[in-house]
């Protein structure tokens, strides 16, 4: 008789990864789980729920999974052997021959079995199956397998070969393994990994554990008995809390907040926790203590004349310390520290600590004056010696590009003096690549370039877009903050997608080395967003211009196209609209990307009017009319020829809805526009129940097309409306 209890298997190793430690942690515990389900050995009727049927650990030094309710034994199953075909084993009176005979006795059957054996197929292709009940797996065996595959299906970015302790074995694992625990309930289960056979012995805190080995009484004693006696709070997502809750509390004692905090200030206590738990520092140094205790170290304030962010950088980049700003979100001179131990007097570990930031420091202070002993306009010629790609030439030439691009946008946006500022920002954007703060921390491009300008006297404009035009630098981002910055940002976005889209460097599937996706989503952000009076495939064609190398002659009809996806994908994302409604509008590939969301809200108004169904219908049937036309176009309409009453009605609304529909389109109410049309439903609906296009007299036919042309121009100004049609 099967029995259920509770179950719990860990990894004991030396010291993980730390920033693959929270992937490892949650495979192999979903590995576990999923190996158990196949064998039904827990109940394949509930859902994973973590934290209540299914628990993964991930501690610097162990993986380890607890799984609710694991049966000792799987039920039984009916299982169905395949045999032979019938020729073969039954003879032509139907009699088993001697091959049956034999392969049933290999399966444990004999002769009786017969009578009851299945058969499949038709005619000569009639096969024989056994079908007999199988005993369900054992937990022993079904764990090890679990096990196995678990451990060989772990997400190792980089394996180890290491030699057991008989010294003739060598197995591979991300990090050598000493321990091997498998409990089910209070009993262990045999099971054996990497040269190790699993028992009931564990491992805590290397200094700070209260005894050694610690013996586990049970499967669910494990997380309690791991912090109590071994000093380690092994469920990596409370260890997380626990290290947030002190920062907190150590920011605020200090009335200080958080750096890692100014992400977060939109957002809601519940929304911060979460964002903050994603945090790539709180993660790393949540994967590198086992029970965590913050600590205040501070250095020379000295330092502060150094930019912030180069300090902030340097604490958290090399160091793993969080930060603090003062109520005015100013760098203070103090951080925090996790430390991995607890001694009752820390100051030796605060000393040791700050003693081991001030050389990181003082290195960049040291970055940060010997820079600015060369203006910023004086690296600008050394950029021709930087290659940018083989095929597009240095990053001189491309700064080249980048220039003539932005006095072009420049000069649509706000005439001389902005082309004037845009190109000199332009000159400056990329000097800072060869100082050596960028060249030590290539995360501060452009903020450090800022600094520089505005050390050298450089108008706060143009250093403003010195930093700026990386901008949007990922999804969220903030915008450049003002016009020359976006002119440059624009500019530098547009060289980078004309030059690479121009020698065959597209994106393929998710691989996007040179963030291609980023930088079309940042053009049409800015376009859009700002509502820039700037038409997408003019802007093309003007940066295409900029080149002296050859482009692929479909470069822009592909860039174009690679463009308007971006936008789609962000607008159905931002739930900006059905897709049908973003369908309509994007078909029609409004050159203006800021009248976008203009016309979206245009289709969405029409589209929940009573008229839009048949309209939408209606429209997709006249579309369809007239790509099948063979005749040649007539421009106007000859009342003369509208013999129907049905088509001068038809002739008539539009004489009346058309003109209010344009004036309305072209004073930017796009509403107003569609609203329009709707007056529309009736003498359309009855113009296709009474009047036939493609009669046999070809001047009459193509009168009538010439009435549909003009329909299907007065419908389709703001939207291809066909795309709401089911």
Not at 15 to 41: C, N, T, V
Not at 121 to 140: I, P
Request: net charge negative.
């Amino acid at each position: 008789m099967s029995t259920r209890k509770n179950l719990l298997v860990e990894l004991f190793v030396e010291e993980l990864p730390p920033k693959a430690l929270k992937k490892l942690g949650d495979a192999f515990a979903q590995e576990i789980w999923i190996r158990l389900a196949d064998h039904s050995l827990v109940a394949t009727d509930q859902t994973v729920k973590y934290g209540e049927t299914l628990k993964a650990f991930a501690s610097p030094r162990r993986l380890a999974v607890w799984v609710k309710d694991v049966s000792n034994q799987g039920p039984d199953k009916l299982g169905r052997q395949k045999l032979m075909p019938v020729s073969v084993g039954l003879d032509a009176n139907g009699h088993p021959t001697a091959a049956l005979l034999k392969k049933l006795a290999a399966l444990g059957a004999d002769a009786s079995a017969v009578s009851q054996l299945a058969r499949e197929g038709d005619g000569k292709n009639e096969t024989l199956f056994l079908e007999s009940l199988v005993a369900g797996a054992k937990l022993a065996d079904a764990l090890q397998k679990a096990l196995d595959e678990a451990i060989a299906r772990l997400p190792i970015p980089k394996v180890m070969a290491y030699q057991l302790a008989d010294g003739w074995e060598t197995v591979n694992f991300v990090r050598p393994a000493h321990g091997l625990v498998a409990l089910h309930g209070a009993d262990v289960v045999p099971l054996s990994a990497l040269g190790l056979a699993a028992g009931r012995e564990t491992h805590g805190h290397r200094f700070e554990a209260g005894c050694d080995p610690i013996v586990l009484q049970d499967a669910d004693s494990y997380a309690r008995q791991l912090e109590n006696e071994g000093a380690v709070i092994a469920n990596y997502e409370a260890r997380g809390t626990d290290i947030l809750r002190q920062l907190h509390s150590a920011a605020k004692n200090l009335g200080m907040q958080l750096e890692i905090e100014m992400e977060t200030r939109t957002l809601t206590d519940e929304e911060a926790e979460v964002v903050l738990l994603e945090n790539g520092l709180v993660q790393e140094v949540t994967a590198l203590v086992e029970r965590p205790n913050v600590l205040v170290g501070q250095f020379d304030s000295a330092f502060l004349e150094v930019p912030q962010e180069c300090l902030i950088l340097t604490m958290k980049a090399n160091q793993k310390y969080f930060p603090l700003l003062d109520a005015n979100g100013k760098l203070a001179n103090k951080f925090l520290i996790v430390s991995n131990i607890s001694p009752s007097d820390p100051s030796a570990v605060i000393a040791g600590n700050e003693r081991v930031v001030r050389p990181r420091l003082a290195d960049a202070k040291f970055f940060y004056d010997q820079d600015r002993k060369k203006r910023l306009e004086d690296r600008v010629l050394g950029l021709a010696r930087v290659v940018y790609h083989g095929k597009l030439g240095t990053q001189g030439e491309r700064v080249g590009r980048v220039q003539a691009i932005a006095r072009a946008i420049g000069e649509k946006l706000g005439g001389h003096e902005l082309a004037r500022l845009a190109d000199h920002a332009a000159l400056l954007a990329k000097a800072d690549l060869l100082t050596d703060m960028v060249g030590e921390f290539p995360e501060l491009q452009g903020i450090m370039g800022r600094y520089y300008a505005l050390h050298d006297g450089e108008d706060g404009r143009v250093a403003d877009a010195v930093e700026d035009h990386y901008k949007p630098r990922f999804a969220g981002d903030a915008l450049p903050r003002g016009e020359v910055g976006l002119t440059v940002a624009l500019a530098d976005k547009l060289e980078t997608l004309v030059g690479l889209f121009g020698i065959g460097e597209r994106p393929t599937g998710d691989k996007d080395p040179f963030a291609l996706r980023r930088h079309a989503l940042g053009v049409v952000r800015m376009l859009a967003e700002r509502d820039l009076p700037l038409e997408l495939p003019l802007l093309l064609r003007d940066a295409a211009g900029a080149f002296a190398v050859d482009l692929r002659v479909e470069t822009l009809g592909e860039l174009e196209d690679f463009i308007y996806e971006r936008l789609s994908n962000a607008l159905r994302e931002g739930g900006n609209g059905s897709p049908q409604a973003i369908e309509a509008v994007l078909k029609l590939r409004p050159a203006r990307l800021g009248d976008v969301a203009k016309r979206l809200t245009a289709v969405n108004f029409f589209a929940a009017l009573a008229e839009a169904p048949t309209l939408a219908a209606a429209n997709k049937r006249v579309g369809n009319i007239l790509k099948k036309s063979a005749s040649a176009p007539v421009a106007e309409v000859d009342r003369a020829l509208l013999r129907e009453p049905a088509e001068r009605a038809l002739a008539d609304s539009l004489a009346e809805v058309g003109p209010l529909a344009q004036a309305a389109y072209e004073r930017g109410d796009y509403t107003g526009s569609l609203k329009a049309l709707a007056a529309l439903k009736t003498p359309v609906d009855a113009f296709f129940d009474h009047v036939m296009v493609n009669v046999d007299d070809p001047v009459l036919r193509a009168n009538r097309l010439a009435l549909l042309r003009q329909l299907h121009a007065a419908m389709n100004r703001v939207a291809d409306l066909s795309a709401l049609s089911a």
